[in-house]
């Protein structure tokens, strides 16, 4: 930890804030109707589904500590509580937390 | 300067029973236990939310700060890490334009933009009149902020109280709760591609490069799912 937290902390906000800048920049000039939108919203959900899987099948920090068949039981629980539930996102997202806590401690 | 009337229904957007704000409460509690215990202080921690407001930015930070990298290392990797709000930005910028607007209320309030309040704005924009959207926007993006900001404090202090197995609980909340809004927004021809698509490229891609693999197969996949929505309809 030599380096100063501050001057860490104002690095990452401003690595941060450039690619919501040249966002903000980048769309003065395109109309929702337009192609190119189109085109930069498919963009939008996919580069996030591809963080959220790779989060979830090669997480880094807590967990990846879970061991990988728990993390699969987890995901395919949570996704058939989710149409179970007609599409809740509440039950899903709390009850993978209670789950995944119950396996780990059974297992470990 | 900015209306209060929209304003205060985007801060009430983000409250609803089922908002992205749990999601989001439930990882900034875990961010604040982590920058704890990497020898942060209060102050500086909450500093760190106000100013990044972005998960994965400030988890790339933590990470570098532990092995010691260097400021240079730490732009390079945050830069990277989150460059997913580029686009991110841009496909909500056209939706808030009105000519009335000042610009800084752009080129301020894009700060606001990440996971959770772009969801809530993506599913509540079209009932909002298109000159007061942009204060719509505000009001989502201050109401997650201040959740963010809390929950950073609230997880700075309950540190000493969780132990690894509730951390390990909090860490799985928001990868789950954005699978399952991912899953929910399916709901054209394209949009269904580029989330499917970008799922299973994303993890592939990472075989070629961990770094690149979220950028590299969001960009593949999201290209690919434009050409596919364009052909088989909307």
């Known amino acids: 930890m030599a380096i100063n937290i501050v001057l860490?902390?104002?690095?990452?906000?401003?690595a941060t804030y450039l690619s919501r800048f040249l966002g903000a920049f980048t769309a003065e000039k395109i109309s929702e109707k337009s192609k190119i939108y189109r085109w930069f919203n498919c963009l939008a959900y996919s580069t996030l589904a591809a963080l959220i899987s790779r989060i979830l099948i090669f997480p880094s920090g807590d967990l990846s500590e879970v061991n990988y068949n728990l993390r699969i039981i987890v995901i395919l629980l949570s996704i058939l509580i989710f149409y179970v539930t007609k599409r809740n996102l509440v039950y899903p997202t709390v009850l993978s937390a209670i789950i995944l806590a119950a396996l780990n401690s059974f297992v470990v | 300067m900015i209306n209060s009337k929209y304003f205060l229904q985007g801060i009430l957007a983000s409250k609803k029973f089922d908002s992205p704000a749990i999601a989001l409460g439930a990882s900034f509690v875990a961010i604040?236990?982590?920058?704890?215990?990497?020898?942060?202080?209060?102050?500086?921690?909450?500093?760190?939310?106000?100013?990044?407001?972005?998960?994965p930015g400030s988890l790339v930070m933590a990470e570098s700060m532990l092995i010691g990298a260097s400021l240079v290392n730490i732009f390079l990797a945050v830069w990277l890490v989150n460059s997913r709000l580029y686009p991110m930005t841009v496909s909500i910028m056209p939706l808030l334009k009105h000519e009335s607007q000042p610009k800084?209320?752009?080129?301020?309030?894009?700060h606001f933009v990440a996971v959770s309040s772009w969801l809530i704005l993506k599913s509540n924009y079209e009932e909002i009149e298109r000159k007061y959207r942009i204060d719509f926007w505000i009001g989502i993006g201050t109401a997650t902020w201040l959740v963010a900001i809390a929950s950073t404090i609230i997880g700075y202090y309950a540190s000493d109280f969780l132990n690894r197995d509730m951390i390990i609980a909090l860490a799985i909340i928001n990868p789950i709760y954005f699978m399952c809004a991912m899953i929910g927004?399916?709901?054209?021809v394209q949009l269904t591609s580029a989330i499917l698509l970008g799922a299973l490229l994303g993890p592939i891609f990472y075989f070629v490069s961990p770094e690149w693999s979220v950028l590299i197969g969001g960009l593949v996949a999201g290209t690919i799912s434009y050409f596919i929505g364009e052909k088989y309809g909307n």
Do not use: D, P, R
Not at chain 1, 8 to 14: D, F, P, R, Y
Not at chain 2, 36 to 49: C, V, Y
Not at chain 2, 185 to 188: A, G, L, P
């Open chain 1, 8 to 14: 860490a902390i104002l690095v990452t906000s401003l």
């Open chain 2, 32 to 55: 604040g236990a982590l920058l704890k215990n990497l020898g942060f202080t209060i102050q500086e921690s909450i500093f760190s939310t106000l100013l990044t407001y972005a998960l």
């Open chain 2, 104 to 110: 800084w209320k752009y080129y301020l309030s894009c």
């Open chain 2, 185 to 188: 927004v399916m709901k054209t």
